[in-house]
């Protein structure tokens, strides 16, 4: 297992070949903000905060850092004027669809974003997609997925597995940042308290 060095904000940092620029940044003790990472799921690059300025061989990109390997005598800048511009849109974005999202909350004061930018539209889910991999890859259970398309896309449990699998789980709860998942559960749960055919795990 090889160690590259690079440099992140002007410092030096070793780091392991397999790592990506944001675990290289976060050993380092260098803030990168993300709201879809998790460290023990497959990047996935939907909430695009991790976005950082990277030059490497003369060339240089904006590149998000959850899914950006390591290389040899990089060199990456994560606060650029051009950066925090684009986080900042982002934040704003996300916090016209989850208004009352405590963690987007302190991001935008973070990074002096217009919390009126952007009429509210709340949906309260960011898309980030957490709840729905972590239930897929790291509990094999796909209790809960996406459905619709473009603006109309949201998240749903599955009745018929959330009723045997998520009353003794929800573990995917404290990933959300926002109160999307939860009230999608509570709506699930009543369907399927409605539903004669449905029992709860935690009811037998
Ligand atoms: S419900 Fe929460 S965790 Fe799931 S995708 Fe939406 S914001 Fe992310």
Redesign the pocket.
Known sequence: MGVVTLTIDNKEVKAKEEMTVLEAAQSAGIDIPT??HHEKLEPYTACRLCMVEVESRGRVKLDTACSSPVKENMVVRTKTEDIIKIRRTLLELMLSH?PDSRELQALVKEYGADKDRFEKEAS?????????RYCAEVKKKSA?G?INSGVRRE?SFVPEIASKECWNCKE?FE????E??QT?YLFTVAQISDSPSFELESEK
């Open positions: 709201l879809c989850a309260f889910c960011i898309h980030c997609g957490l709840c729905v809960v996406f998240i995917c990933l959300c940042p926002t999307a998942l999608a």
